[in-house]
C-alpha cells in the first residue's frame, strides 16, 4: 500500500512538472487557436493547419479544433485539407496573447471530398480506411427520439428492445449485437456506468452527431469490439453562453425532459450543465396466454389482450463540466461530475409468459472525470489525450413478494416470498477507466497512433433482509489492459493504408461453488492474454466511387454481465473464453452530384469466422421458473451484405434506405470434442437473430414557411423485419417457434421558427399498430403519439 502511494504521488509530481515546464515554454510565445469547418458546417479533421516560411504548425483534431503557438510576428496562416481549397489568412501573433481564428473551407471541385453528406445527416467519412458513417443529430433534434433510435438510420444497424422506456436494449449491427459492440462517449469507454447512461435513455439533444465504425477499428478507441464502435461525440459549444432546453409528452403516460447550458468567457473559463430524465407507465397492451390459477396450467393456445400493470421506469442524470480551454498548457482540461439515479419496475422475465408483479430494480451512480488534451506536446505533431473516471454504481435487488401474478392482475399467497427468488440485495459496483491515446505525425504522409485503456472493476454483494447479514466475503473483481499501435500511410489523395496490432490483458477472480446445494464457495482467479492484428486500406477508383478493405484478427474479453451475471435474472460463467474472430469487409460507395439533384449508393460485404463465440441462452429453473446464462459456442460463421441508396432534391426532399441480409450460422459440425457425429444444428442459423431487415424513409421541407427563417418538416420512416426463429430451426417443429415478420411506420412534423430558437413537433409510432415482437418475443408498445416542445437560445 505504502509502495502504490508512493508510486501515485511520484506519478502526480511529474505530471505537475510537465504542466509548468510547457507553461513556462509558452510564455515566450503567442497562440492562435480555433475551428476548421467546411461551407456545409461538417468538421473537417485532420486539416493542416501551419504558418508560412515557418516551421510552426499543427493538424485539426476530431473535433476540427487546432492550435499551435509561435513567436510574436505577423504571419500567414494556411489551413488545408484534402478535397476543400487552401485558404490563406493575415495573422497577427502577440506575446502571451491567444487569437482565435474560425476557418471555413469550401469543398473543390478538383479534388476529392474530405466528408460526404448523403443527406438527412448521414455523412461517410472518406479519408478514413476503416468502414465508418457519421449521423448528424441536428435534423433529429425536435424530436423524441433517443440515441438508440438514431442510429437505425446507418447501414446495418438493427435496434432490439424488450420493451418500452427503459427497458433492456441491444444494437445488432452486421450480424453481431449486445455486447460485441462497444459504446464510447467522445472515445471514451462506457463500461460500467449504469443502465441511467444506456443508449435508449440518452436523449439525441445529447449528441452533435454518432460515428458508427463497422468491424475492424482504429486502435484509438483501444477496445476489444468484434462488432464494431459507436463513438457519441457530445457538443462542444463555442459560445459565449447557451440553452438548449426541451419537454416532450405521450402515449403510456411518458414524459422525457432535457436541459443543456453553459458559458465559455475570453480568458478559457468554460462551464456546461447538462441535464435530462425520462418517465413512463409502460402500460401497453401486449397480446399473451395467461397463468390460470385454479389449474396452475398456462393454456399457450388461448391468448389474451392484457395490459402491462407493473413497468414504470424513471431514470434522472446530471452531468456538470468546468475547466479550461485553449491554454497554453492545455487544449482542454475538464473536471466533469456525473451523477444518476434509476428505479425499474419487472413486468416479466425471460419469457412473456412469466410475469412479476411487485419484483423491481433500483440504482444509483456518481461519477467524477477527468480529461486533457494537448497538441504539440513537446514537438510538433505530437498530440496526446488523457482521460481518466471513477463509477461507483450501487444497485438493489428486490423480490420480496409474499404473492404470485398473473397477466390480468390477479395474486394468490406463494407458499415462500419471492416471485422469482427471494431476495433483496445491494451490489456495490467500482469502476476504474483510465486512456492514454498519442499521435504523432510526421508530415502529412505518416501518422503513428498509440492507444492504452486500462479498466479495473470490483462488485460485493449484501443480503438486506437480515441486519445481521454482512457481505460476501468474496468479490468479484476483473482488470483489463489493452494496448494498441497503428501506423497510417497516406502518400496521395487516392489512397491510404493503416497496419495495426493491439495486445489484450485480462484477469478475473472471483467465488466459485465447492458444493453441489451451491452452499460453500472458494475463491478463483486466472488471466488470460492475446494478440491481435489488422490492416485497412481505401482507393478512389475514381473521384465520386470509393472502395474500402479491411482484416482484422479481432478479440472480445468476456464482460463483468457474462462472468458474474446481474445477481438477479441472469448468471454469469468464471470460466468463459474470449471470443475471437477473422473480420473481412468490403465496401464500395458512390456519391455523385449532378445539380441540385444528389445521389449516394453504397454497397459492403461482410465475412466472420468467430471462435467461442458467447452465447446468451434460457435456462429453466426449478419451480417451473426460468432465467437466462451465458456460454462458449464453438465456432460461429457469419456471411452477409448490406445495400444503401439514398437521393435528395436541392434542399426539398431527402430519400433513402437500407437493406441488411446476414447469414449467423453454427460452425460446429460434431457433438462433442474427439468423436465423429455430425451436430443436429451444424449450418443452421443461430437462433434469436434477426437476419433480414431493411428500413426507409422520406422527409419534405418546407423552408421561410410564415416567415423568413422557420421550416416545416415532414418525415415518414418505416422498418421491415423478416420472421426468424427463436430456437434451432434445425431442433424439429415442436420446438421451431418463430418470430414473426413486422412492418412499422411512423410520422414526424415538426415546426421550427426563428431559425431555431423555438420548436414544435408531433410524432405518431407504430401508426397501423403493428403487433412487434423482439428479444425472445417479448412484446413492444403499440400505436403511439407524442409532442415536444424545444428552445434555443444563445449567441
Given at each position: 500500500m505504502e509502495l502504490k502511494t508512493k508510486t501515485r504521488a511520484n506519478a502526480i509530481i511529474l505530471f505537475l512538472l510537465l504542466l509548468h515546464l510547457t507553461s513556462a515554454y509558452a510564455q515566450q510565445k503567442g497562440i492562435i487557436s480555433g475551428r476548421v469547418v467546411s461551407s456545409g458546417k461538417e468538421v473537417v479533421d485532420f486539416a493542416t493547419v501551419y504558418l508560412k516560411n515557418s516551421s510552426y504548425g499543427s493538424a485539426t483534431d476530431g473535433e476540427g479544433l487546432y492550435r499551435l503557438e509561435a513567436p510574436a510576428g505577423k504571419y500567414t496562416l494556411v489551413v488545408s485539407a484534402i478535397g476543400?481549397?487552401?485558404?490563406?489568412?493575415?495573422?497577427?501573433?502577440i506575446v502571451g496573447k491567444q487569437t482565435r481564428?474560425?476557418?471555413?473551407?469550401s469543398p473543390s471541385t478538383t479534388e476529392l471530398e474530405e466528408v460526404v453528406v448523403v443527406s438527412n445527416g448521414l455523412s461517410r467519412m472518406k479519408r478514413s480506411a476503416f468502414n465508418a458513417v457519421a449521423i448528424d443529430t441536428r435534423a433529429m433534434q425536435n424530436s423524441t427520439q433517443n440515441l438508440s433510435q438514431a442510429l437505425t438510420q446507418a447501414p446495418g444497424m438493427k435496434l432490439r428492445e424488450s420493451g418500452g422506456v427503459g427497458s433492456e436494449m441491444q444494437l445488432m449491427m452486421d450480424g453481431f449485437s449486445g455486447k460485441h459492440i462497444k459504446i464510447f462517449i467522445d472515445g471514451v469507454p462506457q463500461e460500467g456506468v449504469g443502465s441511467s447512461f444506456g443508449l435508449n435513455n440518452i436523449p439525441v439533444n445529447y449528441a452533435e452527431r454518432i460515428e458508427v465504425y463497422k468491424g475492424v477499428v482504429p486502435v484509438g478507441f483501444g477496445t476489444d469490439a468484434i462488432g464494431g464502435v459507436i463513438n457519441i461525440v457530445t457538443k462542444k459549444n463555442r459560445n459565449r453562453w447557451f440553452l438548449d432546453a426541451s419537454y416532450s409528452y405521450g402515449s403510456f403516460n411518458t414524459h422525457k425532459s432535457y436541459v443543456n447550458f453553459g458559458q465559455t468567457s475570453q480568458s478559457g473559463l468554460t462551464y456546461e450543465i447538462n441535464a435530462f430524465q425520462n418517465y413512463s407507465d409502460n402500460d401497453y397492451s401486449v397480446d399473451t396466454p395467461v397463468k390460470d390459477f385454479e389449474t396452475g396450467a398456462i393454456n399457450k393456445k388461448n391468448i389474451e389482450r392484457v395490459k402491462r400493470f407493473h413497468d414504470t421506469y424513471h431514470n434522472e442524470a446530471v452531468v456538470g463540466k468546468i475547466g479550461m480551454v485553449d491554454k497554453a498548457w492545455a487544449d482542454r482540461l475538464m473536471l466533469s461530475f456525473t451523477y444518476s439515479n434509476m428505479h425499474k419496475d419487472i413486468q416479466t422475465g425471460v419469457r412473456q409468459e412469466v410475469v412479476y408483479g411487485a419484483k423491481y430494480r433500483k440504482g444509483h451512480s456518481l461519477m467524477p472525470a477527468?480529461?486533457?488534451?494537448k497538441s504539440n506536446l513537446f514537438v510538433q505533431g505530437l498530440d496526446v489525450t488523457l482521460?481518466?473516471?471513477?463509477n461507483k454504481n450501487i444497485t438493489h435487488n428486490v423480490d420480496t413478494s409474499a404473492y404470485e401474478f398473473n397477466w390480468r392482475g390477479e395474486m394468490r399467497p406463494l407458499r415462500m416470498p419471492g416471485e422469482q427468488s427471494y431476495q433483496h440485495t445491494r451490489s456495490d459496483n467500482n469502476n476504474w477507466n483510465g486512456t492514454l491515446t498519442a499521435n504523432y505525425r510526421i508530415g502529412q504522409a505518416h501518422l503513428f497512433t498509440l492507444n492504452h485503456v486500462l479498466n479495473q472493476f470490483k462488485r460485493s454483494n449484501r443480503s438486506l433482509l437480515n441486519e445481521n447479514t454482512g457481505a460476501e466475503a468474496i468479490a468479484k473483481e476483473t482488470r483489463k489492459n489493452i494496448t494498441g499501435l497503428s501506423y497510417?500511410?497516406?502518400?496521395s489523395e487516392r489512397w491510404n493504408l493503416s497496419a495495426f496490432a493491439k495486445y489484450y490483458d485480462q484477469y478475473v477472480a472471483g467465488p466459485i461453488a465447492t458444493s453441489s446445494a451451491q452452499d460453500q464457495y472458494t475463491r478463483t482467479s486466472h488471466s488470460l492474454n492475446s494478440l491481435g492484428y489488422g490492416a485497412a486500406g481505401t482507393?478512389?477508383?475514381?473521384?465520386?466511387?470509393?472502395?474500402?478493405?479491411?482484416?482484422?484478427?479481432?478479440?472480445?474479453?468476456?464482460?463483468n454481465e457474462e462472468m458474474f451475471g446481474d445477481e438477479d435474472l441472469e448468471t454469469g460463467d468464471l470460466a468463459i473464453q474470449p471470443e475471437n474472430s477473422d473480420n473481412y469487409n468490403l465496401n464500395l460507395s458512390y456519391n455523385e452530384r449532378f445539380g441540385a439533384h444528389t445521389v449516394y449508393l453504397e454497397g459492403g460485404l461482410v465475412y466472420r469466422d468467430t471462435k467461442d463465440y458467447i452465447q446468451r441462452k434460457l435456462v429453466d429453473l426449478s419451480g417451473g421458473k426460468s432465467g437466462a446464462a451465458y456460454e462458449n459456442h464453438g465456432k460461429v460463421e457469419t456471411k452477409g451484405y448490406t445495400l444503401s441508396a439514398r437521393y435528395g432534391f436541392d434542399d426539398w426532399v431527402s430519400v433513402g434506405g437500407n437493406y441488411t441480409q446476414m447469414n449467423v450460422r453454427d460452425n460446429v459440425r460434431t457433438i462433442a470434442g474427439g468423436t465423429a457425429q455430425e451436430s443436429l444444428t451444424y449450418g443452421a442459423r443461430m437462433p434469436n437473430l434477426p437476419y433480414?431487415?431493411?428500413?426507409?424513409?422520406?422527409?419534405?421541407?418546407?423552408?421561410?414557411l410564415g416567415q423568413k427563417g422557420n421550416l416545416l418538416t415532414l418525415t415518414y420512416d418505416n422498418l421491415y423485419m423478416h420472421s426468424f426463429p427463436l430456437y434451432s430451426e434445425a431442433l424439429g417443429s415442436e420446438t421451431k417457434f418463430v418470430i414473426p415478420s413486422q412492418f412499422s411506420h411512423n410520422l414526424t412534423l415538426s415546426y421550427s421558427l426563428k431559425n431555431g430558437r423555438y420548436n414544435l413537433s408531433f410524432e405518431c409510432r407504430n401508426f397501423t399498430d403493428e403487433k412487434l415482437y423482439d428479444n425472445f418475443s417479448l412484446q413492444k408498445a403499440g400505436r403511439a403519439f407524442y409532442a415536444k416542445l424545444r428552445v434555443y437560445l444563445g449567441n
Open positions: 476543400y481549397h487552401t485558404v490563406e489568412k493575415a495573422i497577427d501573433v481564428q474560425e476557418i471555413i473551407l477527468l480529461e486533457y488534451r482521460t481518466a473516471n471513477y497510417r500511410l497516406m502518400p482507393y478512389f477508383i475514381r473521384k465520386s466511387l470509393q472502395a474500402k478493405l479491411s482484416y482484422e484478427k479481432a478479440y472480445r474479453l468476456p464482460t433480414r431487415f431493411a428500413n426507409s424513409d422520406v422527409s419534405f421541407y418546407w423552408r421561410d
